[in-house]
């Protein structure tokens, strides 16, 4: 997950009292990165735990971001559009996952369950 980087202090909260009921009520564990990706003013957010853990968590980051937006603090901050795939397309399955992980640093595993019968 990526923020924009003015909103971590109020996901955050006063001595991290924000993120410590997020963490909490989800029973997720969230870490905020210290730096931004690379060329941008966004910060990743990376949430661990169960299904339910990560939905929960991710839910209210969104709720809290969308609070942030409506009191207007979002203003000249960078929207974040991914810039659609150019020239051919990937031959081999997982190239185009491995080609947009790369920009983000972002690192994702895909695994298929197996069709063989035995």
Do not use: M, Y
């Amino acid at each position: 997950l990526v923020v924009p980087s003015s909103s971590t202090g109020f996901i955050v909260g006063p001595e991290g009292s924000t993120i410590s009921q997020l963490v909490e009520a989800s029973g997720a564990d969230v870490n905020i990165s210290n730096c931004a990706v690379e060329g941008t003013q966004l910060q990743p957010i990376s949430i661990e735990g169960t299904l339910e853990q990560t939905a929960s968590a991710a839910a209210r980051i969104g709720a809290l971001l969308q609070e942030f937006a409506e009191r207007g603090s979002l203003r000249g901050d960078p929207v974040f559009r991914p810039r659609p795939p150019r020239g051919r397309q990937a031959r081999r399955p997982g190239d185009r996952l491995a080609s947009e992980q790369r920009p983000l640093g972002a690192k994702a595993t895909v695994s298929a369950a197996s069709s063989r019968s035995g």
